[in-house]
């Protein structure tokens, strides 16, 4: 069971809105800015969101990030077929002296 | 362009060794933190073991700690990450990954991942 607190999946149809949580401490999330990863199947994640809301140049911006105490969340607006994947929110943990993942979130496209 | 690729994914049997390596380059390799990330077969992603760019600071997973030794070459530009003691539930894809800079910044790069096989 993972540090960090995601929704085992969320679905919703073309052009909506989903919104995926991310929950965890005053050592992780409480203290750190949050990260979210995006992986499609067999392939390497690559990075979606970080510092909490700051895309990476060739992301696009249907997807944007927000933290609030300790918890955070990922939101996809348009919601496209192509956003099909497992999202992972991450953050530095200090208590573990490590970084934590959360236990992903699969998104389905209806 | 960044460029980070594994190598050194076998079958081993429980209580085995192997090493794993990744070759780096496109960036100024010592200027970075690296840290091996894994993912069992349909499971999330599990950080595993990170090493500061000039190598002074490790740091590991309990479920790795006292089993597993990152280290890195930067004369070489490469990561390794030596498994010992391996069990079943290491199974896994293992993947290097790079830091924005230092080890609690996020990974912006990754390479494609190198299998693990644990079983007798």
């Known amino acids: 069971q993972s540090v960090l607190t995601q929704p085992p999946s969320v679905s919703e149809a073309p052009g909506q809105r989903v919104t995926i949580s991310c929950s965890g401490g005053?050592?992780?999330?409480?203290?750190?800015?949050i990260k979210w990863y995006q992986q499609f199947p067999g392939k390497a994640p690559r990075l979606l969101i970080y510092y909490d809301d700051l895309l990476p140049s060739g992301v696009s911006d249907r997807f944007s990030g927000s933290k609030s105490g300790t918890s955070g969340s990922l939101a996809i607006s348009g919601l496209q077929s192509e956003d099909e994947a497992d999202y992972y929110c991450a953050v530095w943990d200090d208590s573990l002296d490590g970084v934590i993942f959360g236990g992903g979130t699969k998104v389905t496209v209806l | 362009e960044v460029q980070l690729l594994e190598s050194g994914g076998a079958l081993v049997k429980p209580g085995g060794s192997l090493r794993l390596s990744c070759a780096a380059s496109?960036?100024?390799?010592?200027?970075?933190?690296m840290s091996w990330v894994r993912q069992a077969p349909g499971k999330g992603l599990e950080w595993v073991s990170g090493i500061s760019g000039g190598a002074s600071t490790t740091n590991y997973a309990d479920s790795v700690k006292g089993r597993f030794i990152i280290s890195r070459d930067n004369s070489n530009n490469t990561l390794h990450l030596q498994l010992n003691s391996l069990r079943a539930e290491d199974t896994a894809v293992y993947y290097c990954?790079?830091?924005?800079?230092?080890?609690?910044?996020?990974?912006?790069?990754w390479g494609q991942g190198t299998l693990v096989t644990v079983s007798s």
């Open positions: 496109g960036f100024t390799f010592s200027s970075y933190a």
């Open positions: 990954a790079k830091h924005s800079a230092g080890l609690i910044y996020y990974f912006d790069y």
């Open positions: 005053s050592s992780n999330i409480g203290n750190h800015p």
